[in-house]
């Protein structure tokens, strides 16, 4: 693998650059949640706070597909990059100076963040895959989200320390991780870059939206398996956030740690995606990840009745070892069977399907939280998952090998 970082020097700038803005984000994942619930001492206030970025997302998130399937590819990340610099930067100033930030306020700043990570998400999708030949495509995918989880796995961690020294410390980094992030996409060379098929540019960008809209939920393969990833999504969030409000009555350092599981576990999938990929093929993951969830949940709510919070940790590590192979799978399908033109729509309705779930997960994780119900809400989040799987099971499971795998040549040995 280290091979494509050193033969690739357009592929190695992005990766630095998706190293540096991760490891920002990283840092603030456990500083927003962790301050929200000190300053307005409620779960279900932070929970607000914390839904507000799938907001932004469910709203715009197919304008920012449009735009990304329209226009300049490494433009439209450079921009993003820059507008979320300057919006942790003004979150970084506020808490230094008055150690305090409005729910409203801070739910706006949230809102803006997501709405140009989700302009970033769409177009970076098909920039990654112009980045690498398609024999590299799937070893490039395993080290990038290697990467990914390894500073997750370290990230949380760092910020919970850094927000025990000075609650504004993780904000002002995570704007120096997206001004790096942006110079070093400034330097690739897209001269060097394979071309990617562009959207017309006649009609509205409301229009083309709704044309993805419509493309992806009456997809055969895409509508149940972004349906199927929207329900994940609701129950991840609700999960994290459940066991975040649980451990953050004590210090910051248990959230952090809780974090990072589940980091350890994505790093863990990431180096089985091939070997998982190759065995089970396709959207067979999907479906499986539901099953393997469930059983976690399930097996979470009777330890954590025993031995408490601590239990979350085994949770999580779990749950996320499936993820990067499912990911996987509609991400390759999304690169190499959707025509170009419409790959940064499907991303994006992707995402704003699955933040229409999402957005309810924090506040029903608070819920869960605020009435101390910890077992008795996972028992219920391991059945809505178990109902999913069922649903969806006749309708991805049989899709054939040749729709949802790569060919051998693109594997790597």
């Known amino acids: 693998m280290a091979g494509l970082l050193s033969e690739n020097n357009n592929y190695r700038l992005f990766y630095l650059a998706r190293l540096s803005s991760i490891a920002g984000s990283q840092i603030t994942y456990v500083a927003v949640p962790v301050l929200t619930l000190r300053m307005y001492e409620s779960a279900v206030a932070a929970a607000v706070v914390t839904s507000s970025q799938y907001v932004a997302t469910l709203l715009l998130g197919p304008l ?6 329209r226009h300049d590819l490494r433009r439209s990340l450079i921009v993003a990059d820059a507008v979320r610099s300057v919006l942790f930067a003004v979150v970084a100033a506020l808490i230094g100076l008055t150690n305090h930030v409005p729910v409203a306020v801070f739910c706006l700043i949230i809102m803006a963040n997501s709405a140009f990570a989700a302009l970033f998400d769409s177009s970076s999708m098909p920039f990654f895959a112009a980045l690498v030949r398609k024999e590299d495509y799937s070893r490039a995918v395993s080290q990038s989200d290697a990467r990914d989880y390894s500073i997750a796995m370290i990230g949380p961690v760092i910020g919970a320390a ?4 000075n609650n504004w410390l ?12 942006l110079v070093l996409i400034l330097r690739i060379d897209t001269a060097k870059t394979r071309g990617v098929e562009r959207a ?13 809209a419509r493309f992806v939920l009456t997809h055969r393969i895409l509508s149940p398996a972004v349906v199927l990833n929207a329900v994940q999504s ?7 956030f459940l066991l975040l409000a649980k451990a953050a009555g004590g210090d910051s350092v248990l959230p952090g740690l809780l974090l990072s599981m589940q980091a350890l576990g994505g790093l863990i999938g990431s180096l089985l995606i091939m070997r998982l990929f190759g065995i ?7 479906i499986l990840q539901n099953f393997v969830w469930a059983s976690t949940l399930l097996l979470g709510a009777i330890l954590m009745h025993f031995f408490g919070v601590v239990a979350g940790l085994f949770v999580l590590l779990l749950v996320w070892i499936p993820v990067p192979s499912a990911r996987f799978a509609f991400g390759n399908y999304v690169n190499f069977s959707v025509t170009g033109s419409m790959r940064g729509r499907t991303a994006a309705v992707s995402q704003v399907v699955a933040s229409i779930f999402a957005l ?10 605020d009435g101390r119900h910890y077992v008795g809400g996972l028992l219920g989040l391991g059945a809505v998952t178990l109902l999913a799987g069922i649903v969806n099971w006749n309708r991805l499971w049989r899709v054939s090998d040749s729709d949802a795998e790569i060919p051998d040549e693109r594997v790597a040995k």
């Open 234 to 240: 609701l129950v991840l969030s609700a999960v994290v």
């Open 170 to 181: 993780p904000f002002a980094l995570d704007a120096v991780s997206y001004l790096i992030s």
């Open 360 to 369: 309810v997960g924090p506040v029903l994780g608070g819920l869960i939280a």
């Open 200 to 212: 017309p540019s006649e009609g509205s960008i409301l229009t083309s939206a709704k044309d993805g």
């Open 162 to 165: 850094l927000f025990t020294i």
């Open 280 to 286: 089970l093929g396709g959207f067979k993951l999907l």
């Open 64 to 69: 920012a597909g449009a735009w990304s399937d």
